[in-house]
C-alpha cells in the first residue's frame, strides 16, 4: 500500500465518520475550516526577475551593520591589489618599451636566446 492509498483510506473513513458527529460539533468545524481557509497563503506567480528581486531583499534584510563594513573591507583590499598588480605589470612594460625604442639594445640581443633573461634584469634595476 503506498502513501497515496493511504491517504484515500484514510480520508474515506473520516468522511464516513462525519455522519456520526453532532450538527453543533460539524458547524464548529466548518467554521475552523473556513477560518484556516482565509488565513492561508495564497501563491503569486512572479517572473524570475522579481522573485531574484525578493530573495536578495531578504537576504539584505537580515544583514548587519559590522558585516555589511567587512565586505566592503574585503571588496576594496582586493580592488585595490588588483589595481597595484596591474600597475606594476604596465611600468614592467613601459622599461621594456622604453628601452627598445632608445635603442638602448644591443642589435645581438635581439636574436640572443637569453634576451628575456636580459630584459627581466634591467627591468628589476
Do not use: C
Not at 53 to 58: L, N
Not at 81 to 97: G, K, N, V
Request: charged content about 20%; overall charge negative; aromatic content about 8%.
Amino acid at each position: 500500500m503506498n502513501e497515496f492509498h493511504f491517504g484515500y483510506k484514510v480520508r474515506q473513513h473520516l468522511n464516513r465518520g462525519l455522519h456520526d458527529l453532532p450538527p453543533a460539533t460539524l458547524d464548529r468545524l466548518a467554521a475552523a475550516r473556513e477560518r484556516a481557509l482565509a488565513h492561508q497563503k495564497i501563491a503569486v506567480h512572479q517572473s524570475v526577475l522579481a522573485a531574484a528581486g525578493s530573495f536578495i531583499h531578504h537576504q539584505f534584510d537580515n544583514l548587519h551593520l559590522k558585516q555589511v563594513l567587512m565586505a566592503l573591507a574585503v571588496l576594496l583590499g582586493v580592488a585595490s591589489y588588483t589595481f597595484w598588480h596591474a600597475d606594476q605589470q604596465i611600468t614592467e612594460l613601459e622599461a621594456i618599451d622604453s628601452a627598445l625604442l632608445a635603442d638602448d639594445l644591443p642589435i645581438g640581443a635581439l636574436t640572443d636566446k637569453g634576451f628575456d633573461a636580459w630584459l627581466k634584469s634591467t627591468s628589476s634595476q
